[in-house]
């Protein structure tokens, strides 16, 4: 079958592989239908993500139907529909059985897809612990609806979730990417009073202005005043820091009001500091991310009522043959991409 593979730094290609096979009860394997392209592969391809592994199949954030499950699989049998979870959990351990399922202590728990285990931009892939890393997909959501359930918007959820969001809030979120837009998409069902998106790209500014016509939008150079202006001087309540640039961390905190609460979803490149006698007296809370991708079933089920829509985020769709160029366009940001379909079903539909 064919796979997108992490050849080496700096290095992805098409290559043949076998189809992966069961090898242990608690594994399905799974025949891709779509899959999607993050800025987390984009790491993996610049040496960022040193336990990703030469030769691994890339790829975390996909939908297929199952095709063959072990003998401990209860959850899900082949044919199902499913979502595809970015995190490999045992459900069992300390962490899981309290939700903090980014923490499993299994050996292949926490982001294994894709990084050290065979992922999804493939024809098929095998999924362990099948019975916590897939979710069936209603009947009345589309795969192109639940692409994003397993990866950028369990971030956004998660984040939404641990924000402490109420409704008289000023939210302010930074970064109008995927993530942030599914954040975005997420805060939104907490209706707070207001909410700014403060995002440096044009082209990104546009989109939230476009689809979402009531988020008030900003650029990093205006932010700060922008948000006091608009909060009576205090501040943001709630601030979801998602960009992960080399100054957005800052500004995270300086917008934040006195007694705030600042949630780190970013994946930073490099340390940043906590300048403790510059906050001194703000009495901040901050929460610092690695995502719980434990509501998947929840999200689902808001799709399929209607409350959450990520398709708009699918700006385009490239077969599986031609994911080479999919990577072009996503890493250099071309022709207003957000995020990139790979139909991964179309080499041998037989
Ligand atoms: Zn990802
Ligand atoms: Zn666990």
């Known amino acids: 079958m064919l796979t997108c593979t992490y050849i080496e730094k700096g290095k992805f290609a098409l290559t043949e592989k076998p189809k ?40 975390h954030e996909m939908v ?3 095709e063959e499950v072990g003998s401990a699989v209860t959850n ?34 926490g982001w294994a897809l894709g990084c050290r285990i065979d992922g999804g931009q493939a024809e098929y892939v095998r999924v362990p612990f099948a019975d916590c890393g897939l979710n069936k997909i209603p009947d009345c959501v589309t795969d192109r609806q639940a692409l994003f359930v397993g990866d950028v918007l369990a971030t956004g959820f998660w984040a939404a979730r641990i924000s402490e969001i109420t409704k008289d809030d000023t939210v302010l979120i930074i970064g109008a990417g995927p993530t942030g837009i599914c954040t975005l ?36 150079d205006k932010c ?13 309540d709630v601030v979801l820091e998602v960009a992960g ?5 800052r500004l995270a905190w300086e917008c934040a009001r006195p007694n705030g609460l600042v949630t780190v979803v970013a994946l930073y490149d490099s340390a940043q500091t906590l300048p403790l006698p ?33 398709e708009p985020l699918i700006t385009h769709t490239y077969p599986l043959e031609e994911i080479e160029e999919a990577y072009r366009i996503f890493e250099n940001r071309e022709d207003g991409v957000i995020k990139i379909a ?9």
């Open 20 to 59: 992966p096979k069961i090898q242990h009860e608690r594994d399905a394997v799974v025949r891709v239908t779509l899959a999607s392209i993050c800025s987390s592969d984009l790491h993996i391809k610049h040496g960022s993500v040193p336990r990703a592994v030469e030769g691994v199949t890339v790829g």
């Open 64 to 66: 297929g139907v199952v």
């Open 76 to 109: 899900v049998k082949p044919g199902d529909r499913v979502t595809v979870n970015v995190e490999t959990f045992c459900g069992e351990c300390f962490f899981c059985k309290r939700g903090y399922v980014n923490n499993c202590t299994d050996k292949n728990g």
């Open 185 to 220: 998409l997420c805060v939104m069902l907490k209706c707070p009073k207001q909410i700014i998106v403060c995002e440096k790209d044009e082209s990104r500014i546009r989109f939230i202005r476009e689809h979402y016509p009531n988020v008030l939008t900003v650029t990093p």
């Open 224 to 236: 700060l005043e922008f948000v006091r202006e608009k909060s009576g001087q205090r501040g943001a």
């Open 245 to 249: 640039a080399d100054t957005t961390f």
């Open 278 to 310: 510059d906050m001194y007296g703000k009495n901040l809370t901050f929460k610092t991310g690695g995502v719980d991708g434990c509501d998947c079933d929840e999200t689902l089920r808001l799709i399929a009522e209607g409350k959450i829509d990520t």
């Open 342 to 350: 790979v139909e991964c079903g179309t080499t041998d539909k037989s």
